[in-house]
């Protein structure tokens, strides 16, 4: 599917993997509805990046608030050709620790977050996506996830976010296949340990120790080269119910 004309929206699109993806999107002639919460930067993105982007804040978790965005994003520029799934949250917590058993409530938030949130998001613009006309390859539309390698070697305190990631994964195919008759393609990526605003908060030596775990190159992945792939994954026909991997070369060890 070309970038240059379609209509992209974008979970957790005002910071991170988000906001690299929307830059790149727009970058190469698209339009964007960055979809993020209230409190966040999503609007002075829009601002910035001018009239071929919107900001619609939406709790991913909540139907009526996804609807309505994607009912903004299709009032404003048409239609929905692309969803990029980026929203998500982390937990670090033992399943029994000193304090006791995790509180369920931790565990419940991070799964309605990540693996409902983004089943939410898929259903609802992959709703509008039907709509659409086919272009010559018979495509209306394109869905690509954001798991973590944590999916398939979470670390000691990622229980949470190892169960949510790895359900993402999961439905990846499945939903693929439920949508190949209509021309929509399904992807995930899984990446490593990457430079995002959560890493930011921590000291520089311990940003420089985790990206000198992996193999090559021995640094922190870049949302740009996330954006990059999910450019990619649109723009090949053939990229469909995969996830791939996105770290370096990077096993994380248990702890």
Do not use: W
Not at 39 to 63: R, Y
Not at 78 to 94: R, S, W
Not at 124 to 140: F, H, I, S, T, Y
Not at 148 to 161: E, K, L, T
């Amino acid at each position: 599917m070309k970038i240059e004309g379609s209509v992209a929206v974008v979970t957790g699109g005002a910071s991170g993997l988000g906001e690299a993806t929307v830059r790149t999107l727009v970058g190469n002639g698209g339009r964007a509805a960055i979809i993020d919460r209230p409190q966040s930067n999503g609007e002075q993105l829009a601002k910035e990046l001018g009239k071929n982007v919107i900001f619609t804040p939406a709790d991913v978790t909540k139907e009526a608030e996804v609807s309505a965005a994607v009912a903004k994003a299709t009032e404003a520029f048409g239609t929905v050709h692309i969803c990029v799934n980026c929203a998500g949250v982390g937990a670090a917590m033992k399943t029994v620790s000193k304090s006791g058993p995790m509180p369920l409530e931790i565990f419940t938030k991070v799964i309605e977050i990540n693996l409902i949130g983004t089943f939410n998001v898929i259903r609802l613009a992959g709703a509008q996506m039907v709509k659409n006309q086919p272009n010559d390859e018979g495509e209306r539309g394109v869905i690509i996830n954001t798991a973590s390698i944590a999916a398939f070697d979470g670390q000691i305190g990622q229980a949470a976010y190892s169960a949510s990631k790895g359900g993402v994964v999961g439905m990846t195919l499945p939903i693929a296949r439920d949508f190949s008759s209509v021309g929509i393609r399904v992807c995930t990526i899984a990446p490593g340990t990457f430079d995002t605003p959560m890493l930011a908060m921590l000291p520089e030596p311990q940003r420089q120790a985790l990206g000198a775990q992996i193999p090559f190159p021995s640094r922190l992945g870049q949302p740009s080269e996330f954006a990059a792939l999910a450019r990619h994954i649109v723009e090949n026909a053939m990229l469909n119910g995969e996830t791939i991997r996105l770290d370096g070369a990077l096993r994380m060890a248990p702890r």
